[in-house]
């Protein structure tokens, strides 16, 4: 059974993250209104805030403050055989946020 609060829609599109000391161009593996799965293979820790930017269309940018719930790999999970990345909740959307929702918007469109 799937607990979450909103519609997530599958993309692989890149965006820059920033956490504490460190830049990574990753990519986004799906999206929803109330967060992101970011590919990575050095996840950012637990709790650890970050910021998203990534372009929907060339002449927009979405802005987005995320913090990350969970991962789905590193050290204590090399183990497993999933999408090594990190699972984050929205916490704001700093810039974009009609940019955001129109994607969102084509994305239910599509399925």
């Given amino acids: 059974m799937d607990r ?6 599958y993309t692989l599109r890149p965006c820059w993250c920033e956490g504490e000391a460190v830049t990574m161009y990753i990519f986004i593996s799906n999206m929803s209104k ?3 799965f970011l590919r990575t293979s050095n996840p950012l820790p637990i709790g650890r805030h970050a910021i998203l ?3 929907p269309i060339p002449s927009s ?7 990350v719930v969970w991962h789905s790999r590193g050290p204590l999970m090399e ?3 999933t999408i090594s990345g990190m699972g984050t909740r929205l916490v704001d959307l700093m810039k974009g946020d ?3 929702d129109l994607v969102l918007q084509q994305y239910a469109k599509t399925g």
Avoid: D, P
């Fill in 34 to 36: 109330g967060g992101f």
């Fill in 53 to 55: 930017t990534f372009r």
């Fill in 98 to 100: 009609s940019y955001f």
């Fill in 4 to 9: 979450r609060r909103f519609k997530r829609y």
């Fill in 61 to 67: 940018e979405v802005i987005a403050r995320v913090e």
């Fill in 79 to 81: 183990s497993r055989t």
